[in-house]
């Protein structure tokens, strides 16, 4: 997300990966849409770092929860690391595994889309959830 010009040069980072200068909203909700946890960080900040933050900062949540409930399914793209997560977080909370999990979300292979007649872009009904959760967020 692009900042305007009135905001301090600390809160700002360059995203190479976007080639963007601003801030990322990295942003949970449950399958609905609607927020969990949200946190901003400086442009420049990876997905992984940005996720882990805002995981170890609500850990006092996951620390909660009771160990005998289904785990809470943490659905991400490609672009992250589970593993190097797994690690990080089990530093900050050693159990945290029992509780949470995380899946890749599936994404159609052109083979599908051709099967249902769709090419181009396609949402992904899990995916999608979190990409209308950032359209409202952007309309305020």
């Known amino acids: 997300?692009?900042?305007?010009?009135?905001?301090?040069?600390?809160?700002?980072?360059?995203?190479?990966?976007?080639?963007?200068?601003?801030?990322?909203?990295?942003?949970?909700?449950?399958?609905?849409?609607?927020?969990?946890?949200?946190?901003?960080?400086?442009?420049?900040?990876?997905?992984?770092?940005?996720l882990l933050e805002m995981l170890t900062l609500n850990i006092d949540y996951f620390q909660s929860k009771p160990v005998n409930i289904p785990k809470i399914t943490i659905l991400l793209d490609r672009g992250y690391h589970i593993d190097y997560l797994i690690e990080a977080l089990q530093k900050v909370y050693p159990q945290i595994m029992t509780k949470i999990r995380f899946e890749f979300s599936t994404k159609p292979s052109k083979q599908q889309k051709a099967a249902q007649g769709k090419s181009g872009f396609v949402p992904v009904v899990a995916r999608w959830v979190i990409e209308r959760s950032n359209a409202r967020d952007g309309a305020l």
């Open 1 to 50: 997300m692009k900042n305007t010009c009135n905001t301090s040069v600390d809160s700002k980072g360059f995203c190479f990966y976007k080639a963007t200068n601003g801030i990322k909203r990295h942003l949970a909700v449950d399958t609905l849409g609607f927020p969990f946890f949200t946190h901003c960080t400086k442009a420049n900040v990876s997905d992984d770092a940005g």
